[in-house]
């Protein structure tokens, strides 16, 4: 068994290149992630790879449960959260990778891609998140 997406209907393929997200067939209003009854009225779409940062933050600190990665203070490393725009459709929360935190600018152009939850653990027990790079 090789990485896997944390969640199933994350990614539209196994490859990770895009990430799922849902457009309500009567208002056509898009939104991420993908509700979690079949009832909603929506079609899965596949989202923009590429948007602009909206805003963010750093995640200085392991967070509570359902946390699933480094949990210990001493082994965490703090990280970018973001809002990420993707034009015309909605905005994505989502880690920032490739990029310190200082670096960080709103209206920043980023793409998607996806990152190992905790990048310590062995390469066949991965598990896969989506993430935004600096373009």
């Given at each position: 068994m090789?990485?896997?997406?944390i969640a199933d209907n994350l990614f539209t393929d196994e490859n990770m290149t895009a990430l799922v997200g849902a457009r309500n067939k009567q208002t056509g209003h898009i939104f991420f992630p993908l509700p979690l009854t079949p009832n909603d009225d929506i079609e899965p779409i596949a989202l923009a790879t590429r948007g602009t940062v909206w805003t963010y933050t750093v995640q200085r600190f392991p967070p509570k449960t359902p946390y699933a990665g480094p949990a210990d203070p001493m082994d965490f490393k703090p990280y970018v959260v973001a809002y990420v725009?993707?034009?015309?459709?909605?905005?994505?929360?989502?880690?920032?990778?490739?990029?310190?935190?200082?670096?960080v600018k709103i209206g920043m152009e980023v793409e998607l891609t996806?990152?190992?939850?905790?990048p310590d653990a062995p390469a066949d027990e991965q598990i896969m998140i989506h993430a935004f790079q600096p373009v």
């Open positions: 090789g990485a896997q997406p725009s993707l034009p015309g459709q909605t905005m994505v929360e989502s880690r920032l990778t490739g990029v310190e935190p200082e670096d996806a990152i190992p939850l905790d």
